[in-house]
Nanobody, 121 residues
């Protein structure tokens, strides 16, 4: 069964850090582009970051560039999102999903259940 499971969310103070994990089962991450997305209450889902399957190129939304780092560990079949210098506006449910074509193709699939990130003092 193809599945992506996010974990690592929680409550953190502004300026703090969290590392999210996206663990894959039922398929091999190596051949898939993996994206992180987030959705805040009352807002549309937005793309946060993506790592490509071909050469592990990484892409970031302008709002997180310089603060977030995406990486993959193929041996653990897991993609990570290291989030530093967190701000209240980063508060959202974070999801990961996969795309066979590219990080810029629209049809991401196999969405996980999400993990809540709350940045508040």
């Amino acid at each position: 069964q193809v599945q992506l499971v996010e974990s690592g969310g929680g409550l953190v103070q502004p300026g703090g850090s969290l590392r999210l994990s996206c663990a894959a089962s039922g398929f091999t991450l190596d051949y898939w582009n993996i994206g992180w997305f987030r959705q805040a209450p009352g807002k549309e889902r937005e793309g946060v970051s993506c790592i490509s399957s071909s050469d592990s190129s990484t892409y970031y939304a302008d709002s997180v560039k310089g603060r977030f780092t995406i990486s993959r560990d193929n041996a653990k079949n897991t993609v990570y999102l290291q989030m530093n210098s967190l701000m209240p506006e980063d508060t959202a449910v974070y999801y990961c999903a996969r795309n066979r074509a590219s990080c810029f193709a629209p049809d991401f699939s196999s969405w996980g259940q999400g993990t809540q990130v709350t940045v508040s003092s």
